[in-house]
T-cell receptor
């Protein structure tokens, strides 16, 4: 597609359930990033991919969070045993290559954990 | 470590008035600096970027920003505000060549335009 596509746009789940968030980057973009946006907290870096590999996983909040990218394209962010503090908007971005700072963002997946 | 501070979580200006959104950065190496804008229920969009070329950078929608090393600032301005400028604005920094870990964002400034 023309832009970064994220799904679902909204997800309501119960505490303790697992959720998967999907990101489809712009075609040809080798770098892919996940951020978390919480009210009043700005954007929190979670993880980035260069191709299919994730050199930096230090931003993931806990071991309940994981992410993968396959075929150098689609990425999935998985949150296991969700907690209420996981409620946020999860933003995905892609760029043509790393180190440019020119990120193209999707519209985000809003996660609400009850 | 790099960081960004945006002064004022909310800024309100009248339509037609000057817009000034403040951003100060901290970086151990010469930085790349960015402004992004987020309209309601949308993702972030790049407004402009500074990468050590001209210190006055022009972006989309009439916005510009000036890099001032002595003040470690990268304030965003627009001479005349329009109602369509109402949005959340984020300043971001990247240590050039430091790595591919994306950007460090400020907490954002919500720009309100009064009619």
């Amino acid at each position: 597609g023309a832009g970064v596509s994220q799904s679902p746009s909204n997800k309501v789940t119960e505490k303790g359930k697992d959720v998967e968030l999907r990101c489809d980057p712009i075609s040809g973009h080798t770098a892919l990033y996940w951020y978390r946006q919480s009210l009043g907290q700005g954007l929190e870096f979670l993880i980035y991919f260069q191709g299919n590999s994730a050199p930096d996983k230090s931003g993931l909040p806990s071991d309940r969070f994981s992410a993968e990218r396959t075929g150098g394209s689609v990425s999935t962010l998985t949150i296991q045993r969700t907690q209420q503090e996981d409620s946020a908007v999860y933003l995905c971005a892609s760029s043509f290559r790393v180190n440019t700072g020119e990120l193209f963002f999707g519209e985000g997946s809003r996660l609400t954990v009850l | 470590a790099q960081s960004v501070t945006q002064l004022g979580s909310h800024v309100s200006v009248s339509e037609g008035a000057l817009v000034l959104l403040r951003c100060n950065y901290s970086s151990s190496v010469p930085p790349y600096l960015f402004w992004y804008v987020q309209y309601p229920n949308q993702g972030l969009q790049l407004l402009l970027k500074y990468t050590s070329a001209a210190t006055l950078v022009k972006g989309i929608n009439g916005f510009e920003a000036e890099f001032k090393k002595s003040e470690t600032s990268f304030h965003l301005t627009k001479p005349s505000a329009h109602m369509s400028d109402a949005a959340e604005y984020f300043c971001a920094v990247s240590d050039q060549g430091r790595g591919a870990d994306g950007l460090t964002f400020g907490k954002g400034t919500h720009l309100i335009i009064q009619p």
